[in-house]
């Protein structure tokens, strides 16, 4: 699924949910039905994709490595599955999407909104003030809850697991923000300063949604009191499992299927044919470790394969103004996890067994 038919599935679930429901505000401004989508429509798009390409970058070492079956965020897709690695990518495409708009809106793209000014004035702490230019995260975040949050129209556990981890995505978002400041004062004695809080790189929220990744918690569930429908029975079971998980923390709700083997009923193409990474000092501890845990510990062999890349060199400014390259090719190094080999063939042509002695 690509990620104009994910951004066009979020216009067409929120823009049927807004005909159905009454008008909404944000900041003061009003504005209903779906040519209110319409007007934030290139934002979702750079938010959705930015979610997917972070997605794409934090599991690029990982046996699921963000494929495009995860895009399917519906509640009516058959193929969604409610794993911790699910449980990420919904709160990585809510907190693009709240990104991307909240950006969009500082920087004046966006006429309907402005700066965050509710605090501006106020003193903030010890030789500094509220000040400046704020990013609008509640603009931003209620947004986003209008695109994303329609998807889950069900009542059932496992929307109500979806709507948490889109909520988590959000508050990740506000979790990052950082604190910028400017100083004041004579010849630069910085007596006074004026701060505002603005975004942080969406990788840096990327790193905070992977360590929850990491941390996620299986929902536990009193199976005897839960009942098909909306029951007060299956309401309670919800509630009570709920009562006991942060806000901020990701969810699931079943364990996730072996990522090493294919799959395609599930959309999973096994870890066969996976570049890997190794010999290299510049490579973190994770990235090092990628072949065996991608090639080894699936069962697999490394295997070394001579590519020739391409790119361009000998770049040149050409007055005024267009730069011209050389396309350079060079010969590197790759490695890829590949089938192992049963038995290896002796010099006749006939297959030897390999043995292990024991001792």
């Known amino acids: 699924m690509s990620i104009c038919k994910l951004l066009v599935s979020l216009l067409l679930s929120v823009c049927g949910h807004a005909l159905s429901t009454s008008a909404w505000s944000v900041n003061n401004f009003l504005m209903t039905g779906p040519k209110a989508y319409l007007?934030?429509?290139?934002?979702?798009?750079?938010?959705?994709?930015?979610?997917?390409?972070?997605?794409?970058?934090?599991?690029?070492?990982?046996?699921?490595?963000?494929?495009?079956?995860?895009?399917?965020?519906?509640?009516?897709?058959?193929?969604?599955?409610?794993?911790?690695?699910?449980?990420?990518?919904?709160?990585?495409?809510?907190?693009?999407?709240?990104?991307?708009?909240?950006?969009?809106?500082?920087?004046?793209?966006?006429?309907?909104?402005?700066?965050?000014?509710?605090?501006?004035?106020?003193?903030?702490?010890?030789?500094?003030?509220?000040?400046?230019?704020?990013d609008n995260v509640d603009f931003g975040e209620n947004i986003s809850?209008?695109?994303?949050?329609?998807?889950?129209?069900?009542?059932?556990a496992r929307a109500a697991v979806n709507l948490h981890n889109n909520e988590a995505g959000r508050l990740a978002v506000r979790a990052t923000m950082k604190r910028a400041c400017k100083c004041h004062g004579v010849s630069g004695s910085c007596n006074m300063q004026t701060c505002w809080m603005q975004l942080a790189e969406f990788r840096d929220v990327g790193n905070y949604l992977k360590v929850k990744h990491d941390q996620a918690q299986m929902l536990e569930m009193d199976k005897r009191?839960?009942?098909?429908?909306?029951?007060?029975?299956?309401?309670?079971?919800?509630?009570?499992?709920?009562?006991s998980i942060a806000r901020t923390e990701l969810i699931y709700l079943e364990d996730s299927p072996d990522y090493c083997a294919r799959n395609l009923s599930l959309g999973l193409h096994g870890t066969e044919g996976r570049e890997c990474l190794q010999n290299s000092d510049s490579l973190s501890q994770w990235e090092r470790r990628s072949c065996r845990r991608l090639c080894h510990e699936c069962g697999l062999?490394?295997?070394?394969?001579?590519?020739?890349?391409?790119?361009?060199?000998?770049?040149?400014?050409?007055?005024?103004?267009?730069?011209?390259?050389?396309?350079?090719?060079?010969?590197?190094?790759?490695?890829?996890?590949?089938?192992?080999?049963?038995?290896?063939?002796?010099?006749?042509?006939?297959?030897?067994?390999?043995?292990?002695?024991?001792?």
Request: charged share 25%.
């Open 39 to 134: 007007t934030y429509a290139s934002s979702v798009q750079v938010g959705a994709r930015k979610g997917i390409e972070e997605c794409k970058h934090q599991f690029a070492w990982d046996r699921w490595n963000c494929p495009e079956s995860a895009l399917q965020l519906s509640t009516h897709s058959g193929a969604r599955r409610g794993t911790r690695e699910a449980a990420f990518v919904h709160a990585i495409s809510a907190a693009g999407v709240m990104h991307a708009l909240t950006k969009n809106c500082s920087m004046g793209e966006l006429s309907q909104c402005g700066c965050d000014d509710s605090n501006v004035g106020k003193m903030g702490g010890r030789g500094w003030m509220w000040g400046g230019c704020s």
């Open 145 to 156: 809850k209008q695109f994303v949050d329609a998807l889950e129209n069900g009542h059932d």
């Open 225 to 243: 009191r839960v009942r098909a429908g909306n029951s007060a029975d299956n309401r309670g079971a919800l509630a009570d499992a709920f009562s």
């Open 301 to 359: 062999r490394v295997e070394q394969r001579r590519v020739e890349t391409s790119s361009s060199c000998n770049c040149k400014f050409n007055w005024c103004c267009t730069v011209t390259c050389d396309t350079c090719t060079q010969v590197v190094t790759k490695y890829y996890c590949a089938k192992r080999n049963k038995g290896r063939r002796s010099k006749n042509g006939t297959r030897r067994r390999q043995h292990t002695r024991k001792n």
